[in-house]
Nanobody, 126 residues
Framework: QVQLVESGGGLVPPGGSLRLSCTAS????????ITWFRQAPGNEREFVAG????????HYANSVKGRFTLSRDNAKNTVYLQMNNLKAEDTAIYYC???????????????????WGQGTQVFVSS
């Protein structure tokens, strides 16, 4: 079993930055695909950014490319999402998810992940 805990959310003005953390316990994250999703009220959960297995293979949604950066520290069992130049449309609950068996073509599908955190709220507003 893998337990995931997100942190780092909050209220920021447009153009601001936040760094989200997803820390795992129970298992080492080596070999796991770790992905950030987000869900705004009334919307489906959507893919934000993912690191496939070893961590060198990074993927981003077009809406965040160039603004968000994903990184992982396997020694700390933590994955980070650095979010810069935040926009109002980035407002959502952000979740991290993990899976060991996921294939790359399913990276962006929330239904394919076995483990989820509880989420952290990001609110972008002036």
């Amino acid at each position: 079993q893998v337990q995931l805990v997100e942190s780092g959310g909050g209220l920021v003005p447009p153009g601001g930055s936040l760094r989200l953390s997803c820390t795992a316990s129970g298992r080492a994250l080596n070999g796991y695909t770790i992905t950030w999703f987000r869900q705004a009220p009334g919307n489906e959960r959507e893919f934000v950014a993912g690191t496939f297995r070893s961590g060198s293979n990074l993927h981003y949604a077009n809406s965040v490319k160039g603004r968000f950066t994903l990184s992982r520290d396997n020694a700390k069992n933590t994955v980070y999402l650095q979010m810069n130049n935040l926009k109002a449309e980035d407002t959502a609950i952000y979740y991290c998810a993990a899976d060991r068996q996921l294939i790359l073509s399913c990276l962006r599908l929330p239904s394919q992940y076995d483990y989820w955190g509880q989420g952290t709220q990001v609110f972008v507003s002036s």
